[in-house]
């Protein structure tokens, strides 16, 4: 399990953390969109190398889930979303590129410190993984939290579902079953979500979240 | 007799970064000018701007304290030494105990200092806009920098450079992403120390751009050639560091004989020439950033080095 093979599924999974901060860097809507598609393949990466390092084949599926929809389907689908919507101007990020990477930094030490005394039965490989898909997954609720664009908040949400995918991933995978659901459920997710994006511009002109902000009188100043 | 070939193959070291720094620009400029179609100077062109200058008159300002004339040796001194120290063909040399990884740093933000001191001391408003630039541009390259030092240090156990080259060449190393980081990041500190073109374009004399360039607009003459071989050394020196920490191989180790250290002599050329290709077409690429983006180019540096230590712990702990 040590050497080449633990190093190369370090790489994969660091990798995945790198790219969530690159998507916390960006502040174009098209930009954002294709290093969430760089996610999704470094993540099916991931994946396949779990599946080929722990010789469970089922996580092939996984990974070829991944890479079929996560990196080609739902991107494609967001950028022509993105087109109709006629949004591709800058975000808005709500205190500044370089106060959203300290916040991240802050959540990935989060995320070791919680992980690592937690799961010191478990072994190396499996520990790490979790570690890193915890940062991952408050990476992606980190974008949720700091964007206001729904397309922004779109991307974070499949990010953060990336993330789950590679903790199960480094657990020996979750059943097949559960797995293709998971899979079906996210592209229903993102096709409800679409529909209701066009919905909300009818409405309020603006995929502004904070217009809603307004409607729900959360802000009376 | 082994101590004076030590201090002699140490001389050897120190005269041919000396000599290379010219050659290293003239290359990059030549492949820049290609990339564009156009023809190019001469590769020799660097040394005969340098020769040029030395021969020239010296025009000082009125205002001109003795700073403003001192103040190009100490930058020149400043960086020759930290060029000389960084390993290039061998590890292990004389004074390779004191090539530390914090000394360079320390050589590199002394010579900044006097160079923004001698762009306030004349009292224009060009050498002061450069100077207030550099400093902000410093102050986070600086940091981002330590970052990139503690990651090596904590993997290395030394911030010594010989002795992180020689780790770096051992099997226990390993693929890990903390050197990644520590790689990009580097890369980045790199390119705004050396004033290139994402953060400042060295062939400008457009005065809303300028960060180097204006800082040295006073200077004329020998002082000038003192200022403008110092920055050639500079960019050596970064050239150097990154190839002896995340390519350290073929370098010769002390001691090895002559053959040995030709080798690591013809190793390091090419790895200077690939890093200067690279440059080129980098810089061909991309467009310059405006100055109020600057920051968040050296903050995702900053950013990366303190993952790459972060990111550590958890490969340290298996």
């Known amino acids: ?221 | 007799m082994a101590l004076i070939t030590d201090y002699l193959v140490q001389g050897c070291q120190m005269l041919l970064v000396l000599l290379l720094a010219p050659l290293l620009t003239g290359w990059v400029r030549r492949l820049k000018a290609q990339l564009l179609r156009r023809r190019g100077p001469s590769l020799l062109q660097p040394y005969r701007d340098l020769f040029k200058l030395l021969h020239k008159e010296v025009v000082l300002a009125d205002s001109a304290s003795w700073l403003f004339r001192v103040a190009p040796y100490l930058i020149f001194a400043a960086l020759w030494v930290a060029a000389s120290l960084v390993p290039t063909f061998a590890s292990g040399l004389r004074f390779s105990w004191t090539a530390d990884l914090i000394a360079i740093v320390a050589l590199l933000g002394s010579a900044r200092f006097f160079l923004a001191l001698a762009g306030l001391d004349v009292g224009t408003s060009f050498g002061g806009i450069g100077a207030s630039r550099e400093m902000m541009i410093a102050s986070l390259a600086e940091p981002a920098m330590l970052m990139i030092v503690f990651t090596l240090s904590l993997l290395a156990g030394t911030t010594e450079l010989s002795a992180v080259a020689q780790f770096m060449q051992t099997a226990e190393v390993g693929l890990r992403v903390s050197l990644g980081l520590a790689l990009i990041a580097l890369v980045m500190v790199a390119i705004a120390e050396n004033a290139r073109i994402p953060v400042d374009n060295p062939a400008t004399h457009l005065e809303l751009t300028m960060v180097h360039e204006a800082m040295v607009l006073e200077y004329s003459g020998r002082h000038l050639a003192m200022i403008e071989l110092g920055a050639f050394l500079k960019l050596l020196l970064y050239l150097s560091l990154l190839g002896c920490i995340f390519a350290p191989w073929g370098m010769a180790t002390a001691g090895a004989g002559l053959v040995a250290y030709l080798g690591g002599l013809a190793v390091y050329l090419v790895k200077l020439a690939v890093g200067g290709l690279l440059l080129a077409l980098f810089e061909s690429v991309v467009a310059k950033m405006r100055v109020f983006r600057v920051d968040q180019f050296l903050g995702a540096a900053l950013m990366l080095g303190l993952l790459g230590t972060l990111l550590l712990f958890v490969s340290r702990s298996h």
């Open chain 1, 1 to 221: 399990m040590h050497g080449l093979a633990f190093d190369i599924a370090h790489l994969l999974a660091g990798g995945m953390v790198v790219v969530s901060f690159l998507m916390l860097y960006q502040d174009r809507v098209y930009a954002l969109l294709n290093v969430f598609a760089v996610h999704a393949l470094v993540l099916a990466l991931a994946v396949g190398w779990q599946a080929y390092i722990q010789g469970a084949h089922h996580l092939y599926v996984t990974a070829g889930i991944a890479l079929v929809f996560k990196a080609i389907i739902i991107p494609t689908a967001l950028h022509r979303m993105v087109q109709r919507l006629d949004i591709h101007r800058t975000l808005e990020v709500v205190g500044g590129v370089g106060l959203d990477m300290l916040a991240g930094t802050a959540l990935v030490a989060l995320a070791i410190l919680v992980m690592l005394p937690v799961t010191a039965a478990a072994d190396a490989l499996a520990r790490e993984d979790l570690a890193f898909a915890l940062a991952v997954v408050l990476l992606g609720l980190l974008l949720m939290v700091t964007r206001h664009n729904a397309i922004s908040l779109v991307v974070g949400f499949m990010s953060l579902e990336n993330g789950l995918v590679l903790a199960a991933a480094g657990a020996r995978g979750m059943p097949l079953a559960v797995e293709i659901s998971v899979a079906f459920s996210v592209l229903i997710a993102l096709i409800v979500i679409g529909v209701f994006l066009f919905r909300i511009r009818e409405r309020f002109d603006s995929v502004d979240m904070q217009a809603l902000d307004a409607f729900r009188e959360e802000r009376r100043q």
